[in-house]
């Protein structure tokens, strides 16, 4: 399983970017998939993820301002990133996960960085 991370870049404080994962196989074929971030020095931190079955969940610093979507079809789930602010700075990883009689097991995509500044 690969996952394609992309969309990450340079954007003024208050805009918007939108971050794409596109998975090598089907979507269904796991449990669900979401968006972590991580800054220097700091562990990775869950932003948003999105079940199989359609259930959401997103970081409480990013509620409101973040959507999580996926097109089945294209086997690719989105990040729609509006209202950024400077501490939304990081690397955004994709993620996706299993979970089996062994316990959950982690897929990653490569990180795309996200620059918030003017």
């Known amino acids: 399983v690969q996952l394609q991370a992309s969309g990450g870049g340079l954007v003024q404080p208050g805009g918007s970017l939108r971050l794409s994962c596109a998975a090598s196989g089907s979507i269904f074929s796991f449990n669900g998939m979401g968006w972590y971030r991580q800054l220097p020095g700091k562990q990775r931190e869950l932003i948003a993820a999105i079940t199989t079955r359609g259930d959401i969940n997103y970081a409480d610093v990013v509620k409101g301002r973040f959507t999580i979507s996926r097109d089945n079809a294209k086997n690719t789930v989105y990040l729609q990133m509006n209202s950024l602010k400077p501490e939304d700075t990081a690397a955004y990883y994709c993620?996706?996960?299993?979970?089996?009689?062994?316990?959950?097991?982690?897929?990653w995509g490569q990180g795309t960085q996200v620059t918030v500044s003017s």
């Open positions: 993620n996706a996960f299993k979970v089996t009689v062994r316990g959950t097991e982690d897929y």
